[in-house]
């Protein structure tokens, strides 16, 4: 099985950074995404590691390290509407079947 | 292109009756899955689809069905409604690659009662 662990909830300022940490247990690795969802809607793709490293895409970052079992996701220059959950989820083996975490409730405030 | 469309938006039943969730993308995505999501347990996979005629299941398989007839529409079939499939359904499709993001439907809030 996979387990894969994410704190419930953080907050953080806006124009600050916060860091969210997701770790891993699985066999067959091949490849972590984060997903951002915002209530009520459906998830949308932020991000994808597979290599070990640092993927930069504007305001967001993630990061891997595939010997750790262990990612984050870095949000900068926070906005209030980035307020929403972060999954992350990952992929065993081929095809599109993605294990998600419980998700992260990021709160911005002033 | 209008992405991934799931019908209807709400839904509810009462137990023991069926229906049928509807999905259709029209991205020519090989790959079609639907998930549940539910409140403290993230979405898990109920069953998934890599190509038009080929279906198998996911973490959450029973008390569901799918078909995929075309590449266009994987139908998520309930056969007798208990409450504990009360949660929001999604549907996915993406395509065959390394990098298969997954774009998913606007969801279905199903309530069984």
Request: hydrophobic share 30%.
């Amino acid at each position: 099985g996979q387990n894969i662990d994410q704190p419930t909830e953080m907050t953080a300022t806006e124009g600050a950074i916060v860091q969210i940490n997701c770790t891993y247990q699985t066999s067959g690795f091949n490849g972590l995404f984060w997903y951002q969802q915002h209530a009520g809607e459906a998830p949308t793709f932020l991000s994808y590691n597979v290599l070990d490293g640092l993927e930069e895409k504007g305001r967001f970052s993630s990061f891997l390290s595939r010997s750790k079992g262990y990612s984050y996701l870095l949000l900068k220059e926070l906005q209030m509407k980035d307020s929403a959950s972060y999954l992350c989820a990952v992929r065993k083996g081929g095809g599109n079947k993605l294990t998600f975490g419980t998700g992260t409730q990021l709160k911005v405030e002033l | 292109n209008a992405g991934v469309t799931q019908t209807p938006k709400f839904q509810v039943l009462k137990t023991g009756q069926s229906m049928t969730l509807q999905c259709a993308q029209d991205m020519n995505h090989e790959y079609m899955s639907w998930y549940r999501q539910d409140p403290g347990m993230g979405l898990r996979l109920i069953h998934y689809s890599v190509g038009a005629g080929i279906t198998d299941q996911g973490e959450v398989p029973n008390g569901y069905n799918v078909s995929r007839s075309t590449t266009e529409d994987f139908p998520l079939r309930l056969l007798s409604a208990a409450p504990s499939q009360t949660s929001v359904y999604f549907c996915a499709s993406s395509t065959r690659g390394l990098n298969e993001k997954l774009f998913f439907g606007s969801g279905t809030q199903l309530s069984v009662l």
